[in-house]
Nanobody, 124 residues
């Protein structure tokens, strides 16, 4: 059974930084795509970033390019999202997700496994 557990959310002022973690367990993820999504109140779940667990691919939504970095530590089976220069518009619940590969990596419906989410609030 795949389990994803996020941590690292919190309250930060605009311009600040946070690092989210996603601890993954239950199988070998080497051929998996791992993603970060976010959902603000009243809005649809939005793609933020994705990577192939092997490290061969990373992808970002335009609004976070140059500010967010997705990475993973294979020894710890943990994925990270380093978020710098945070803006109030980044406020949302952030979710990590996993899938066994395929097209449309920015489509949340293409992901099979989800964490419970962690709240990120950026004050102005």
């Amino acid at each position: 059974q795949v389990q994803l557990v996020e941590s690292g959310g919190g309250l930060v002022q605009a311009g600040g930084s946070l690092r989210l973690s996603c601890a993954a367990s239950g199988r070998t993820f080497i051929r998996y795509d791992m993603g970060w999504f976010r959902q603000a109140p009243g809005k649809e779940r939005e793609f933020v970033a994705a990577m192939r667990w092997s490290g061969s691919m990373t992808d970002y939504v335009d609004s976070v390019k140059g500010r967010f970095t997705i990475s993973r530590d294979t020894a710890k089976n943990t994925m990270y999202l380093q978020m710098n220069s945070l803006k109030p518009d980044d406020t949302a619940v952030y979710y990590c997700a996993a899938r066994s590969g395929g097209a449309y990596r920015s489509d949340p419906y293409r992901y099979d496994y989800w964490g419970q989410g962690t709240q990120v609030t950026v004050s102005s």
